[in-house]
């Protein structure tokens, strides 16, 4: 719930906003968008409730829009999906490829609350819930236009996915982060959804 109200006071007005949220009461950890050693970082989304076909849509429209490599897309539950870009981009750029997208909205705040201003997708169990597991890749033309975090890349090898860099970039390094989520059931699920 987010409350805001403004108030004037002579010739100055104050702006007063109050946001409630869950309790973020669930450890897990997850993997940095940032590139170790660098101020450069690669695209991560993370979708809530998407169909695999809308969510091929957008990421083949954002690769388009804006010239990136491969998505490689992971499960996190029926229709909860993260997608991972491996270019190395300057942070004000993947942060307008991530405000363009649908993914998450709370995600996408992610940079403004983590105190290593960064975003961060998780690869270990939540609750009762897996780990994410690999699913598809949506190619790109502009693959290896970028330069590619080498890290992220090995990263991506615990999940089976084998990516052929183009123009390796970083260390070999990922930088993780332990940190609290809030727990939300299937049940919770279904019923935000309708």
């Not at 091929?56 to 999906?81: A, H, P």
Request: a positive charge; charged letters at 30%; proline letters at 3%.
């Amino acid at each position: 719930m987010l409350w805001s109200n403004l108030i004037k006071l002579g010739d100055y007005t104050i702006l007063i906003k109050f946001q409630i949220i869950r309790k973020l009461d669930v450890r897990t950890s997850g993997v940095s968008s940032r590139i170790p050693y660098t101020p450069l970082h690669i695209v991560c989304l993370d979708y809530d409730n998407i169909d695999d076909e809308r969510l091929k849509e957008e990421l083949s429209f954002l690769q388009r829009e804006f010239k990136l490599g491969n998505f490689y897309v992971l499960k996190t539950r029926d229709y909860g999906r993260h997608a991972v870009c491996i270019d190395a981009l300057r942070f004000k750029d993947a942060k307008q490829v991530i405000d363009f997208s649908t993914c998450d909205t709370m995600f996408k705040k992610a940079p403004s609350i983590n105190e290593y201003r960064c975003w961060v997708l998780r690869y270990a169990k939540k609750g009762e819930r897996e780990e994410p597991k690999y699913l598809y890749t949506v190619g790109s033309k502009y693959e290896g236009k970028n330069l590619q975090s080498r890290g992220h890349a090995k990263y991506l090898l615990n999940f089976g996915v084998r990516v052929n860099l183009k123009k390796p970039f970083g260390p070999e390094e990922i930088e993780t982060q332990d940190y609290n989520t809030g727990k939300r059931t299937e049940e919770e699920t279904k019923e935000a959804t309708g």
